[in-house]
Every structure is written in C-alpha cells, then in structure tokens.
C-alpha cells in the first residue's frame, strides 16, 4: 500500500499508441488542480470572513489573498497550519496597507499562537523581502499602532459616542507629556485610557468589556488605570470639568494589587 499515492501522478504513455494514457494524465492532472482550486478558496473564504469580522477594509482582504496564493503557489509554508499562514498573510496586509492592527490582535482574532504566527511571518518576510522587524515593532509605539489609532476601533466595537474617544485621545497624550504609564504597550494604554475615560464621564464600561476589545487582560486594564488615577490633576482638563463633561468625584479608587 505504500507509494500508493503516487498512482494519481505517474501514469505511462505506453498504451500502443492509442492516446488513454495520455487523456488518464490529464485527468489526474485536473484532478489535482481542482483540489488546488478548492483549497485556495477556502483560504479566500476564511480570509474574508477574518476581516470582516475584524472590521478591515477590503483592500486588506484582497492584498492577503495575493500573499496567500503566492505562499501557496511558491510552496513557502508547506506544512504550516492553513490559520497560521493565513494570519501572517493578513498581518503583512495589514501592515501594508499601513492599517493598525498589533501582532497580539492577529493572534487574539485567529487564535493562532503567536510562536507559529512568527514562524510563518519570518519566512515570509525572508521570501517577499519584506523589512526586518515587524513583529518587534508592531508591539510597540508608532505612527500606524499607537494607542490614538486603536481607539477608534475600540470606541466602535464598545459603542462609545466620538467624545469619549476625542477625550480619551487627549488624555493619552497628556499622558505621554508626563511619563505616565511610560513602556506600556499601546493596547494596554488604549484599554486602560478607555477604562479611566469612561469612569470620569460617566459613561461606564466593564473591564471585561474592554479587556475582551481590547485583547488584555484586565489586570493590565487596572494597572493603567491605577498610573492615570494617580495622576488624575494632570490628565483632566478644567474646562471638562467647569462645562459639566468629567467629575474627578466619579474615578473610583482601585486597590487592587
């Protein structure tokens, strides 16, 4: 029985000239692009379905499918999980098309664990020439993943009117004049900024709400949190208070170690 898959790819020409054999090989031959066609479209259906849920543009859709079909035609991650090279493909979209998403986001979205997700990502990154050191930077500030650019998603998926967020963004960057909350992660800033933000307008959101958008646990949430309230009279401007929008009187005090 060994070798016996090899019997759909090899067949002989010599039939006395009549032709079967030949028409048998392209059969075979169809046979295996049809499987090829399949699996390709079901790589395209998934990747669909993951920006869309993740609420990315259709450009991104469309540039990791290109990746994927290249990764597929290429052989470049043969063995790998068909969710790992389909994350990668959707990291390297994403950044790409200078869209913020974080390399733990990717991993929270597909479930996929973030060693194969690098494994994946670094042999891709060696096959398109792509440059070195996205994973590093993707977890940590800059233009296209600094935690101004995840509010607006985050706002979104918690239902949050734009003050909150406009707000929010204000704190964070008062913030970062001060040094507060200096090394975090933008996620947990994000999260932490949201969770401190909600409690001085009155508009509350659990932590497990914010911990579930945000993709951090909510003791992280709560350290952030704990750094702003700390330094509540540097973050919170006079003029939301004298206009009615915030109450210091409204941050609670968090204990919790």
């Known amino acids: 029985m060994e070798g016996m898959e090899q019997l759909d790819t090899v067949i002989s020409f010599r039939d006395g000239g009549s032709g079967i054999a030949r028409e048998l090989q392209r059969a075979a031959s169809r046979s295996q692009n049809s499987r090829s066609e399949r699996n390709l479209l079901t790589a395209f259906r998934d990747i669909a379905s993951w920006c869309d849920q993740f609420s990315l ?39 790409q098309a200078h869209v913020p998403r974080t390399f733990r986001e990717i991993c929270n979205l597909t479930h996929v664990s ?74 947990s800033i994000a999260g932490g900024a949201i969770y401190f933000t909600c409690h001085l307008l009155g508009k509350i959101k659990s932590l497990r709400d914010i911990s579930s958008v945000a993709g951090v646990s909510e003791g992280t949430i709560r350290l952030v949190y704990r750094l702003y309230y700390a330094e509540k009279e540097k973050l919170v401007k006079q003029e939301w208070i004298d206009e009615g929008k915030a109450k210091l009187e409204n941050l609670p005090f968090d204990s919790t170690k």
């Open 57 to 95: 543009p259709k450009t991104i859709s469309d540039i990791a499918k290109q990746l994927y079909r290249r990764s597929d035609e290429e052989k470049l991650l043969r063995g790998k999980p068909l969710d790992a090279v389909i994350a990668a493909c959707i990291f390297i979209a994403c950044r």
């Open 114 to 187: 973030k060693k194969i997700l690098g494994q994946c990502y670094k042999a891709l990154e060696q096959a398109f020439n792509l440059s070195p050191g996205a994973i590093a930077a993707s977890n940590q500030t800059s233009s296209t993943t600094g935690p101004e650019n995840l509010l607006v998603r985050y706002c979104n998926h918690l239902d949050l009117p734009a003050s909150v967020q406009s707000i929010t963004s204000d704190i964070i960057v008062a913030a970062r004049l001060h040094g507060i909350a200096d090394g975090r992660s933008p996620v």
